[in-house]
């Protein structure tokens, strides 16, 4: 079953290059995609561009309007995401569990609808 892993943290608390905890961060972050990969359930997975790169479009009294930024701050935003083919949600929470970012922020996990033509609504 296709479930979205979705990675919130504070952008501050993410380790970045240059910091300390940052090679220990990549080797852990390689090891969870070299696993993932060898157990064929990674079907795909991203990191996010920082808040302040977000457009955010609404339509209001049938009118586009698009806002640079996010319309929020909250203390923890939508860093990432992966795409994963896991059995069930026992062991969509176990991959969620070994994602690094965890240590530091929270994964959300979603079930995926699935529909036979691949559209969303």
């Known amino acids: 079953m296709p479930y979205m892993l979705l990675i919130?943290?504070?952008e501050s608390a993410k380790p970045v290059f240059g910091d300390p905890n940052f090679d220990s961060h990549a080797a852990a972050l390689r090891a969870f995609v070299k696993e993932?990969?060898?157990?064929?359930i990674l079907?795909?997975?991203?990191?996010l561009e920082p808040i302040g790169m977000?457009?955010?479009?609404?339509?209001?009294?049938?009118?586009?309007?698009t806002i640079i930024g996010s319309m929020t701050q909250p203390p923890e935003q939508l860093g990432g995401f992966y795409i994963m083919d896991c059995r069930d949600l026992d062991d969509a929470?176990?991959?969620?569990?070994?994602?690094p970012a965890a240590t530091y922020?929270?994964?959300?996990?979603?079930?995926?609808?699935?529909?036979?033509?691949?559209?969303?609504?």
């Open 105 to 121: 922020g929270r994964i959300e996990i979603r079930p995926m609808v699935t529909h036979a033509c691949g559209a969303h609504a």
């Open 93 to 99: 929470i176990q991959c969620a569990a070994k994602i």
């Open 54 to 65: 977000a457009t955010t479009v609404q339509i209001r009294h049938g009118q586009t309007e």
């Open 43 to 47: 079907i795909s997975g991203q990191t």
């Open 8 to 10: 919130y943290h504070s």
């Open 36 to 40: 993932m990969t060898g157990r064929g």
